[in-house]
């Protein structure tokens, strides 16, 4: 990789000064130190349809020498879609090599965006896949947990009412960064209770721009209800396929109970396979560890009792 001059330096610093002007609150720094940076786009200011978000990295070389890292998500950007939009990016690169591009990559994703809100009224399809391929299979409990598609607030406004609307939020708290290859991992834990703790908590996480544009926000909760000796628990991938499942059965060994944990993702453009796994379950157990969910030795190899897990089809399943 070529190294950057202090020219090359002051062409970086300037270009981001420029690009956070420009963006405003849609313009985020993932990671000032690696050189991580995100922007959300969409096709038009006020209450867009199309949306997508940019992350770039930044190598040493660039503007000179070397092109920005980036990757694009979006729910709805898979197959040809992606790859036209790539190919019109590296485009754009080479027509301009040795220049400042990000504002033209910008530029260019918008007039896409408009384009797609121009030519069709159909919605757009916002399923959700992995960034990465999952090659870790000998798992089988946890890959037989689907993704949810649905909005991860919206799935659970119903277990919630009316009468709870002003239930207090819970203090959240957030974990130590951990960034493994230019992917940065970060947990957060709030105490809750109820159902609609867990919808607020996560409700004032994306309120967050930096949370609201990680790459995912796996969660998962467990609450423990006194009258029937069973848990209410659940657990979202947000596009991770897995890492839910895999967060709630660490809880469920750890058996921490009236917690809720979520472990955000930024990808840094290089797939770390199973490693991923292991940053996110190491993120959650070392915040439950700092507040004291996790005890001891002995309080965390406790089996669990009788437990149920409530489902998003709002059906009730015995947990194994």
């Not at 879609?81 to 190919?87: C, G, K, Q, R, V």
């Not at 994306?206 to 659940?234: G, M, P, V, W």
Request: a negative charge.
């Amino acid at each position: 990789m070529a190294a950057g001059g202090p020219e090359v330096a002051q062409q970086q610093i300037d270009e981001i000064e420029a690009l956070s002007s420009i963006y405003g609150e849609d313009w985020c720094v993932v990671d000032e130190d690696e050189k991580i940076y995100c922007i959300k786009i969409g096709d038009c200011l006020d209450q867009p349809k199309w949306t997508l978000c940019l992350q770039v990295i930044l190598p040493p070389g660039y503007p000179s020498s070397e092109p920005p890292i980036y990757q694009l998500n979006a729910p709805w950007l898979r197959g040809q879609d992606y790859t036209e939009l790539a190919n019109s990016l590296e485009e754009i690169y080479i027509q301009n090599l040795g220049e400042s591009i990000l504002y033209l990559w910008v530029e260019k994703i918008r007039e896409v965006l408009v384009e797609k809100a121009q030519s069709s009224n159909s919605e757009p399809d916002i399923k959700k896949t992995s960034e990465e391929v999952d090659e870790d299979s000998a798992d089988d409990f946890f890959l037989d947990y689907q993704p949810v598609q649905e909005d991860p607030v919206e799935i659970l406004s119903y277990m919630t009412s009316e009468s709870q609307e002003d239930e207090e939020l819970p203090m959240i708290h957030h974990g130590n960064p951990l960034t493994d290859r230019r992917s940065t991992f970060q947990a957060h834990l709030a105490p809750v209770v109820t159902p609609r703790q867990v919808k607020r908590v996560l409700e004032k996480l994306y309120e967050n721009k930096k949370i609201a544009s990680a790459t995912h926000n796996i969660y998962a909760y467990r609450i423990y209800c006194e009258d029937k000796h069973t848990f209410l628990q659940d657990c979202e991938d947000d596009g991770e396929t897995a890492a839910g499942g895999r967060l709630l059965h660490l809880m469920q060994i750890l058996n921490v109970q009236n917690v809720l944990v979520v472990v955000s993702r930024w990808y840094g453009g290089i797939l770390l396979g199973p490693d991923r796994f292991k940053h996110i379950n190491n993120c959650a157990r070392n915040i439950l560890v700092e507040y004291n969910y996790v005890h001891s030795v002995e309080e965390s190899s406790k089996p669990a009792g009788k437990n149920k897990k409530i489902r998003k089809d709002n059906k009730k399943r015995t947990e194994h």
